[in-house]
């Protein structure tokens, strides 16, 4: 089992990777690589969820083992609402299909909306983070 300030590294750690993607992402939508940003955006939650996973000393190795440990520990028991597992869930969809489905076109709406969420998703889970460190 790791040591208090090992998980505390590492949560911090995945909450930067979440910022730096979110700052990528805004970056590629702006030069207007939406199927990018997309992808970046995605990650920003994933990686935000990680440090979540985290604290909790909680692992997987697969995006959707994440994704459910997700649903099942933070969302079934209300302590982030169904809307995050919304935006999770449809924002992977949306990066298999940036990233792997041929013929496939992103709108800067897409984006736009995406970037709202990851940016989100990230702040209510330092918020909780920062809360639960306080208590």
């Known amino acids: ?15 930067q990777q979440s910022q730096d993607a979110v700052s990528e992402g805004r970056l590629l939508m702006q030069s207007k690589f939406y199927k990018g940003a997309i992808n970046r955006f995605y990650y920003a939650m994933f990686y935000a969820v990680l440090a979540l996973l985290v604290a909790r000393q909680l692992e997987t190795s697969k995006h959707k083992g994440v ?19 919304v935006w999770l869930h449809s924002s992977f969809e949306l990066r298999l299909t940036a990233d792997y489905a041929e013929l496939t076109d992103i709108s800067a709406a897409q984006a736009e909306e995406c970037y709202s969420q990851a940016s989100e998703f990230l702040q209510r889970v330092r918020d909780f983070l920062t809360n639960s460190e306080r208590s």
């Open 67 to 85: 994704i459910s440990l997700f649903d099942r520990d933070f969302v079934k028991p209300g302590i982030f609402n169904k809307e995050m597992s």
């Open 1 to 15: 089992m790791s040591q208090p300030e090992d998980i505390q590294i590492l949560v911090a750690d995945r909450l």
